[in-house]
């Protein structure tokens, strides 16, 4: 089973409104740490936020936030006010603590398109 | 501070060659794992390593290797390519000892086309 599910494939959204990509994850570990990263078309991995599983609210970071919904399983990025430049793909990635190591599960991505 | 770095950034091989990418993560960061991304199977996890030890694995055949020196930077090897390497191999580093949840930042990868 995939342990994190992006339905989205693409989204796409006219400059300065909000957006919603989902992402729901799979996992037996009580603890666990839900990240956010973009990455536009030149390859790098640019991290945007954090969610840990114990955390009481959710995470905001300027125009990202991550609406976490614990009980289903889901940790959706809203991008409120979208530019041009958050054009990129977007994964959805889940790291399990009861392992130790540092290591990533990473969604299939959903690619972001804003027009102007 | 300096982010992570990765060289080369673009590489050409043939089927057969072996190519050795290199990663040097943030300042004070111990931990450095490498991922393979390509259209087909996505992002998928190929090692970590920490304080010069290989500490994770992912599911890839031996041809894959690596290594962490003791100033933590860190290569990793392909021996005898095939095509299906062709991918952009992105290294990550964390200051994560162990579990808990360090943020991975991740350099600009390294495009591999084997030809």
């Known amino acids: ?116 | 501070k300096a982010g992570v770095t990765q060289t080369p950034r673009y590489l050409i091989k043939t089927r057969g060659q072996q190519v050795t990418l290199s990663c040097s993560p943030i300042s004070g960061h111990r931990s450095v794992s490498w991922y393979q991304q390509t259209p087909g199977q996505g992002l998928q996890f190929l090692f970590e390593y920490f304080s010069e030890t290989q500490r994770n694995k992912g599911n890839f055949p031996g041809r894959f290797s690596g290594r962490q020196f003791s100033n933590s930077r860190s290569e990793m090897n392909v021996s005898t390519l095939e095509l299906g390497d062709s991918a952009l191999y992105l290294c990550a580093s964390s200051s994560a000892a162990s579990g808990g949840g360090e943020t991975q930042y991740f350099g600009p990868g390294t495009r591999l086309l084997v030809l």
């Open chain 1, 1 to 116: 089973a995939q342990k994190i599910t992006q339905t989205q494939p693409g989204m796409f959204v006219q400059e300065k409104e909000a957006v919603t990509l989902d992402c729901t994850y799979d996992t037996s570990d009580p603890s666990y740490g839900l990240f956010w990263y973009k990455q536009p078309s030149s390859g790098e991995m640019i991290f945007l936020i954090y969610q840990g599983s114990y955390d009481q609210q959710n995470a905001t970071e300027g125009r990202y936030s991550l609406n976490f919904q614990k009980a289903r399983k889901s940790a959706n990025l809203v991008i409120s006010a979208s530019q041009l430049g958050d054009s990129a793909m977007y994964f959805c990635a889940m790291r399990e603590v009861v392992t130790g190591y540092s290591t990533l599960t990473f969604g299939k991505g959903t690619m972001l398109l804003v027009s102007p």
